[in-house]
């Protein structure tokens, strides 16, 4: 299962983050996960929420530059090594990862949920199902 990332780069001073949070709250849509990754001039802040199409849009509408990726929601078993036994199969499969980050609301003592940015989704999915790596859906992932 794929699910679509959300992009904004912003300019590095202050106040630029405060921009797209106000926005996605006044129209009720919550963050689920974000990441901010920073450089000397600007950040790029990637998030996810249920309703990723009404997020575009609403950003959009506020002058926004808003771009969309796919990640992919891998479950991690929530002990020392479940991360690395999990790259490991990346690895194996010849897979690099671009970057990524916790889905901190889905963890539980068991289980971790990290999200993924792989250079072809669609091939990490196939590659990662064939090496019994557990990949969550959105409904899992959203509580949906």
Do not use: H, W
Not at 37 to 66: C, H, N, S, W, Y
């Amino acid at each position: 299962m794929k699910l679509q990332q959300l992009s904004l780069f912003l300019e590095n001073r202050p106040g630029q983050l405060r921009a797209p949070c106000e926005a996605l709250g006044k129209a009720g849509i919550d963050l689920l996960t974000m990441t901010l990754a920073d450089t000397a001039q600007f950040g790029i802040l990637r998030f996810i929420v249920a309703d990723p199409e009404r997020a575009r849009k609403v950003l959009e509408a506020e002058g926004m530059i808003v771009s969309v990726t796919e990640v992919v929601p891998i479950q991690v078993d929530n002990r020392p090594g479940g991360l690395a036994s999990v790259l490991g199969a990346i690895e194996a499969a010849g897979l690099g990862v671009e970057y990524m980050y916790d889905f901190a609301a889905r963890a539980t003592p068991e289980k971790a949920a990290i999200i993924f940015r792989f250079e072809d989704p669609d091939r990490a999915l196939v590659a990662l199902k064939a090496a019994g790596v557990s990949i969550l859906t959105s409904e899992e992932l959203l509580g949906r």
